[in-house]
């Protein structure tokens, strides 16, 4: 079993910036592709980025250019770096990890979940 812990989240201004982390533990070698994820209330949960054990990455439409998904193995854990942040990105975002997927497909199979970490972009 893998438990995914995600922190870094809070409030920033527009145009501003944040950096989520998700750290593993447990059975951290069964891992191979993660991902972010974020729900706005009333909205259903959306796919933000992933990442394969290689490094090779895949991110949503919405965000190209202004979010940056990395990963340490050697530390178990994925990053999400967002930049030029708008109001419509505010969300609860959640960490995700996926056993099977080799390549970073977009809204791939998921198998562990994180608790989420609100992320509120305001003046």
Do not use: H
Not at 88 to 111: L, S
């Amino acid at each position: 079993q893998v438990q995914l812990v995600e922190s870094g989240g809070g409030l920033v201004q527009p145009g501003g910036s944040l950096r989520l982390s998700c750290a593993a533990s447990g059975t951290i070698f069964s891992i191979n592709t993660m991902d972010w994820y974020r729900q706005a209330p009333g909205k259903e949960r959306e796919f933000v980025a992933t990442i394969a054990k290689s490094g090779d990455t895949n991110v949503a439409d919405s965000v190209k250019g202004r979010f940056t998904i990395s990963r340490d193995n050697a530390k178990n854990t994925v990053y999400l770096q967002m930049n030029s942040l708008k109001p419509e990105d505010k969300a609860v975002y959640y960490c995700a990890a996926d056993r099977n997927r080799v390549m970073p497909t977009r809204q791939g199979e998921i198998d562990y979940w994180g608790q989420g970490t609100q992320v509120t972009v305001s003046s």
